[in-house]
């Protein structure tokens, strides 16, 4: 805990370089279903990067098409 209060940029970083090393796809997901972050596996299977994936619809990208929107569990 302390080290967090006296270095917290280097636990920031090292909490976003272990997110980005968890093998299974991974998002942070809005109300509205907007991806807010996405690690390296998810930009994988959108086959692009993390990064372009902020701001999109986690259903659109991620769900089966043929399932309304309103239906979705996320």
């Known amino acids: 805990a302390i080290q967090t209060l006296t270095n ?3 636990m920031l970083a ?7 090393h968890v093998p299974d796809t991974t998002l942070i997901v809005q109300m509205d ?3 807010s972050q996405a690690n390296r596996a998810a930009g994988s299977m959108a086959k692009t990067s993390p990064e372009n994936l902020v701001g999109l619809s986690s259903h659109a990208i991620f769900h089966n098409r043929s399932t309304d929107r309103s239906h979705c569990p996320v």
Do not use: E, H, M, V
């Open 14 to 20: 090292r909490a976003a370089n272990t997110y980005d």
């Open 8 to 10: 917290p940029f280097s």
């Open 33 to 35: 279903s907007s991806i």
